[in-house]
């Protein structure tokens, strides 16, 4: 059940993956079935993920427990509609924290570090389980 769920979330967050592990958490059930999960999708990225971002590798930290969404624009900072950021930290926060999410079901920090199109950072996302109380 829980990898079935982890599957289903982590594609829902948009696809491939490249998970590493460490600390005690690293053989624990969640962090297993990322592993799982990134022998799978490791090989599919980068994957659209809408039309102005791009999901380039889920890099996965099982002792701090944190999944790192790394992503990029496809167009320039300067195109994104006014409020996009504020928009998309609030479906960051839907995402990671219903039923299913990282940060809500499974006690973990999800975080999105979005890139401009020539890979400087622009911005990051977070949400941590104490987002969804």
């Known amino acids: 059940m829980i990898k079935w769920g982890l599957a289903v979330l982590l594609l829902g967050a948009f696809g491939a993956t490249v998970f590493a592990g460490r600390g005690l958490l690293a053989d624990s059930p969640t962090c297993q079935a990322a592993k799982d999960i ?25 002792g701090a427990q944190i999944f790192t969404y790394r992503k990029q624009l496809t167009a320039s900072p300067g195109a994104l509609p006014p409020g996009w950021q504020g928009r998309m930290q609030a479906q960051h926060n839907a995402l990671h924290c219903n039923a299913q999410g990282l940060a809500s079901a499974s006690g973990w920090t999800a975080r999105d570090v979005i890139a401009t199109p020539d890979g400087a950072v622009f911005v990051t996302f ?7 109380s």
């Open 126 to 132: 977070q949400t941590t389980p104490a987002d969804c």
């Open 38 to 62: 990134a022998a799978t999708y490791n090989g599919r990225a980068p994957m659209p993920v809408d039309r102005v971002t791009t999901l380039l590798a889920i890099e996965v930290d099982c």
